[in-house]
Nanobody, 113 residues
Framework: QVRLVESGGGTVQPGGSLRLSCVAS????????MAWYRQAPGKQRELVAP???????NYADSVKGRFTISRDNANNLVALQMNSLKPKDTAVYFC???????WGQGTQVTVSS
């Protein structure tokens, strides 16, 4: 049974930073692309950033230059460093292994003064 557990969410002021982490268990994930998604209230879930097994990354235009995705295959961990946060970044952030249809429970990020 694949399990993804996110942590690191919270409330931060505009311009602040947060680091999200996701730990995967129940298998070996080094061969899979992993990704962060987010869903804001009343909006569809959107892809924030994927990272391939080899470490190739991509970013939504809205977060380029501010967010950095990374992974630690030895520890089945994927992280999302979020800098220069804006109110529009407020959402529930989900860790996923898209090709396996696996999702975490999500962690709330709120950017507010």
């Amino acid at each position: 049974q694949v399990r993804l557990v996110e942590s690191g969410g919270g409330t931060v002021q505009p311009g602040g930073s947060l680091r999200l982490s996701c730990v995967a268990s129940g298998g070996i994930f080094s061969g899979y692309t992993m990704a962060w998604y987010r869903q804001a209230p009343g909006k569809q879930r959107e892809l924030v950033a994927p990272i391939t097994p080899g470490g190739t990354t991509n970013y939504a235009d809205s977060v380029k230059g501010r967010f950095t995705i990374s992974r630690d295959n030895a520890n089945n961990l994927v992280a999302l460093q979020m800098n220069s946060l804006k109110p529009k970044d407020t959402a529930v952030y989900f860790c996923s292994i898209p090709t396996r249809g696996s999702w975490g429970q999500g962690t709330q990020v709120t950017v507010s003064s």
